[in-house]
């Protein structure tokens, strides 16, 4: 029983001892004043019949005559003042016992009433226990539910999973009848007829929202709260997520172009590999390096040379499809990943990557325009594995610089 529930409980028994107390001090009062009072008019009839007495006495004693006639008279007084005498102690009786018996019930209902109060307060009070309890026990199961359904998202790596792991969160841990969550904008969904809200989670990244129905008889101060803390758990587990990619990316793209590093380029190049080989699917492989970029360096000075290089990436972006990617491998050389094995196609994208660099229009001098040497190789027409296939298309590549630069050859050029 919590404290506050104990303490009005003897609260109470003490007010109610305490009148208890009071009702008997009146019953004795009452009872020994009544008492008394009887006693006085018990007293006051001894007297009068003792007078009756003893005037009946001189009358029977008295010779006959003026004196016995007054004796006579003066017994009959005597006498009707004994018979009042005991109608006033027998009303004076009444009085006392009607008094004690007023008295008596009086104490009995304060008592009772007392009794009676403290009952209905112990009772009333049981239930407000119970019912905390009750409470207690359902917001402990879901706090559980909840800590739960967040250890297991914890599992999530990427915004998709976690998005997936709230769509299984524990929707009877917070009444909710529907859930739904939504990157960027409040997700749409029917409602069957219930309330439902619509609240934003996190704003990091694009936003993450989420729309609620809370199922009838349900969505009270405990759902709400529960509501609240999934939400929260949500919403930190959110931020750990783009933390965690915005690392990934970081670990993965180059620092001054933006574009996949070398790191990416092995691991996409080993699937892109195993890929091929087990759906006899090729690809292109192409080395791009750029010419004269030293003389970039050396006129310009090394942060126009990195904007040179954001540049040219950027133009050779730009040219691919979307399927295709390129990577900065290091210093002025990058990669580019090919979904076809035309030789006609790949020759004609890649002279366009060409095109796009050299149309940068940047000369540091000395006749020596920045442009764009380019050797490639295709898998697994040209190579059987993956270094071997890198080999090739370097080996494509120093055939393009040794040729005069600013030229697109492939391995089959060989």
């Known amino acids: ?41 018990a007293g006051r009839a001894r007297a009068a019949h003792a007078a009756e007495a003893a005037a ?15 004796l006579a008279a003066a ?43 403290i009952l209905h307060k112990a009772w009333r009070l049981a239930g407000e226990t119970d019912s905390r309890r009750d409470r207690d026990a359902r917001w402990a199961e879901q706090i559980e539910q909840i800590l739960g359904w967040s250890s297991r998202a914890k599992e999530a790596t990427t915004r998709s999973q976690l998005i997936g792991f709230a769509h299984m969160a524990p929707r009877d841990a917070i009444g909710a009848a529907c859930l739904s969550i939504a990157e960027g904008a409040p997700p749409r969904h029917s409602s069957h007829g219930l309330a439902r809200i619509t609240l934003p989670v996190d704003s990091a990244g694009e936003g993450l929202h989420a729309s609620v129905c809370f199922a009838r008889a349900r969505g009270d101060e405990l759902d709400h709260h529960a509501l609240d803390l999934m939400l929260g758990h949500l919403a930190a587990l959110w931020r750990t997520v783009l933390r965690q990619e915005e690392l990934e990316r970081a670990a993965g793209h180059d620092a001054l172009t933006g574009l996949p590093n070398r790191r990416t380029f092995e691991s996409d190049l080993r699937r892109r590999v195993a890929m091929s080989k087990r759906r006899a699917l090729g690809f292109t492989l192409a080395m791009v390096d750029l010419d004269h ?29 979307g399927s295709d990617r390129i990577y900065r491998l290091g210093g002025e050389e990058f990669a580019v990943l090919l979904e ?19 149309s940068l229009a940047i000369d540091p001098g000395a006749g020596r325009p920045l442009s764009a040497s380019i050797g490639w190789a295709v898998f697994p027409a040209d190579a059987d594995d993956r270094a071997e296939l890198v ?24």
């Open 75 to 117: 017994a009959g007084r005597l006498s009707a003042d004994a018979a009042r005498a005991d109608a006033d102690a027998s009303a004076a009786n009444r009085a006392a016992d009607l008094a004690v018996l007023v008295i008596t019930l009086t104490a009995l209902a304060v008592m009772l009433a007392g009794g009676g109060l």
């Open 391 to 414: 080999r090739t298309a370097d080996t494509a590549l120093y055939r393009a610089k040794a040729t005069g630069r600013d030229r697109v050859i492939g391995s089959q050029a060989a």
């Open 1 to 41: 029983m919590p404290p506050r529930t104990a303490v009005q409980i003897r609260r109470y028994a003490v007010l109610w001892s305490l009148a208890a107390a009071v009702a008997l001090v009146l019953v004795i009062l009452t009872s020994a004043g009544a008492d008394r009072y009887r006693s006085d008019a």
């Open 340 to 358: 076809t094995t035309d030789p006609a196609g790949v020759a004609d994208l890649l002279d366009r990557a060409r095109q796009a660099v050299r």
């Open 56 to 70: 009946l006495h001189q009358w029977t004693s008295a010779p006959p005559g003026a004196r016995a006639t007054r």
């Open 293 to 321: 970029f030293k003389d970039v360096n050396d006129s310009f000075g090394h942060p126009e040379g990195d904007a040179v290089l954001r540049r040219a990436g950027e133009a050779i972006r730009m040219v691919l499809r």
